[in-house]
């Protein structure tokens, strides 16, 4: 009897599925090209059990199809998350922004938003709802403390500001 595999959301802004879009379009309509072109001319070079152009391009191409297969599954599989939040009794959700300060080192507040796995960029302050001070941050209130550990050790955030 055949299990059913139920393929998982991907959470994702509507920026980041633009972004997955383009890859994917670029990925179609050039890359493929460009690897056919490069595998053409190194079969044209003759003996292929010891052309090693030939053995990249092959290479290259099963990369570049499996990023197809995967980005085609991400957009197929991508559930939208709206950004911020409206009420003033607001809690932390993925798609919201919320400055933080780390009361543990008392550093300067940072400001991260809380995106899914896929979009997660920490130079660009966006983190999962998957690492340890996202998935801590989920459902908490302005002014709540939080305790994480994360590799350094455990550490104490306060929510400052949620929008």
Known sequence: MAKLIEEESVLITKEGLTKLKTELSHFKSVRRKEVAKRLKEAISYGDLSENSEYEEAKNEQAFIEGRIIELEKMIDNAKII????????????????????????????????????????PTANKISNE???????????????????????MLEFKVLKIK
């Open 131 to 153: 690492s340890p001070i996202g998935s801590a941050l989920l459902g908490k209130a302005k002014n709540d403390v939080i305790k994480v550990k994360v590799p350094a050790g």
């Open 82 to 121: 709206t950004e911020g939040v409206k009420s003033t009794d607001a809690t932390v959700q993925i798609g919201t922004t919320v400055t933080v300060q780390n009361v543990t080192d008392n550093d300067d507040p940072e400001t991260y938003t809380i995106v899914g796995s896929t979009e997660a960029d």
